[in-house]
């Protein structure tokens, strides 16, 4: 198929992230389905693009050779596949706006790989941006100007929330937004299993859980004061949940996090030198 008129964004990768930045940038009225053009090999996903509006074609190399100057390409494939794509685009991005996505990928290597001239933009989104509530940290490299810059953060500001972070943060940022809403995973993981272990039915546990939850990080998002002062403000001195809290400590629990956050950045640190 054709994709050279009319098309403002190239997407190579049409999986869950992808689409999920693709519903968010339609709804908030950034992008026209019509003028977006995805590579997707999978025939099941290709479908489903094409029923937002989107064209499709199922590899990078489909993509048509004279897409408009102008366009910018959304690089959102797993990281091992780069290597592919830079093949099947052969030379094709050099020039452009390059927003990556691939996580651990530097801006370095993107370079190395696509060609040189990129205007590369490395982000980090997290998995609540599916349902609109990420946060997703932007890098840009040195060549990007403020147009292309600015566009990366609407793109990503209608999943959620955007912050500039310098390129040697990212591994940061990955530790706790990245891998973050796993530890709240995790959490809602050990309440069930403390519901279970006072006698509460597994299905008001479950409701329980997500409501309790989903109340704190509500709290969190609105109340201007900060983690300390909220977990205080429930806290009793020799109360229920001050008996919780010291059992928490004692287990070592705020330390074992941080030594959680530190191992992700340092293995985010080494898959970005492979």
């Known amino acids: ?53 989107c064209a499709t074609v199922a590899r990078a190399g489909g993509l048509d050779a004279q ?105 940061a940022f990955t530790g706790v937004a990245g891998s973050g809403p796993a530890y709240v995973f995790y959490l809602a993981e050990a309440m069930l299993a403390g519901a279970d272990a006072v006698g509460l ?3 008001q546990a479950g409701r329980i859980v997500r409501a309790t939850i989903a109340g704190a990080s509500a709290l969190l998002d609105t109340d201007d004061a900060d983690p300390a002062a909220l977990r205080a403000a429930v806290t009793s001195k020799k109360g229920t949940t001050d008996a919780a809290i010291r059992t928490l400590e004692r287990a070592g629990v705020r330390d074992a996090v941080v030594r959680a956050i530190v191992a992700a950045r340092d293995r985010g640190r080494e898959l970005a030198d492979p």
């Open 1 to 53: 198929m054709t994709t050279s008129v009319g098309v403002d964004l190239a997407v190579i990768g049409g999986g869950t992230m992808a689409c999920a930045i693709l519903r968010g940038a339609f709804d908030a009225g950034i992008l026209e389905p019509g003028r977006v053009v995805v590579a997707e090999p999978a025939p099941e996903r290709r479908s489903a693009l094409a029923d937002l509006g």
């Open 67 to 171: 897409l408009p100057t102008g366009a910018r390409v959304l690089l959102a494939v797993k990281p091992q596949m780069l290597a592919q794509v830079a093949q099947e685009l052969a030379g094709r991005a050099r020039g452009r706006c390059v927003i990556s996505v691939l996580a651990g990928v530097t801006l370095a290597r993107l370079e190395g790989a696509l060609g040189p001239g990129l205007r590369a933009i490395r982000t980090m989104p997290n998995l609540p941006a599916r349902v609109g509530r990420g946060i997703t940290a932007i890098a840009p490299s040195a060549g990007v100007g403020e147009d292309d810059a600015a566009f990366c953060r609407r793109l990503f500001g209608s999943v959620g929330q955007t912050i500039d972070l310098p390129e040697d943060l990212i591994d």
């Open 201 to 203: 039915p597994p299905d």
